[in-house]
């Protein structure tokens, strides 16, 4: 099984920047499509962005586009989320996940593994 481990998270003022960091230790992580996605007290868990094994591919959420761009390094165990322009609105846990199949999903009950989360916090 792979692990997953985020970091990056933290304290940032309205338009800041923020580059959220996974890495993956027990496997490949070519082996798997990746996501974002975040959680904010009392609300369901939202898709950020998706990206295919190679890294060719990219999906995100209407609410991100423009502003937040998901990558990967496979040579390094690691996938991104650069988050730019942020709004409080993006406050929320955000959790990297990896999935087994062959596309990335928008829908976080399809992934296979999760990190920990980590805590993105903007304030106005």
């Known amino acids: 099984q792979v692990q997953l481990v985020e970091s990056g998270g933290g304290l940032v003022q309205a338009g800041g920047s923020l580059r959220l960091s996974c890495a993956a230790s027990g496997r490949p992580l070519s082996n798997y499509a990746m996501g974002w996605f975040r959680q904010a007290p009392g609300k369901e868990r939202e898709f950020v962005a998706t990206?295919?094994?190679?890294?060719?591919?990219?999906r995100s959420a209407d609410s991100v586009k423009g502003r937040f761009t998901i990558s990967r390094d496979n040579a390094k165990n690691t996938v991104y989320l650069q988050m730019n322009s942020l709004k409080p609105e993006d406050t929320a846990v955000y959790y990297c996940a990896a999935d087994n199949d062959l596309s990335g999903s928008s829908w976080y009950w399809e992934y296979d593994y999760w990190g920990q989360g980590t805590q993105v916090t903007v304030s106005s």
């Open positions: 990206i295919n094994r190679s890294g060719g591919s990219t």
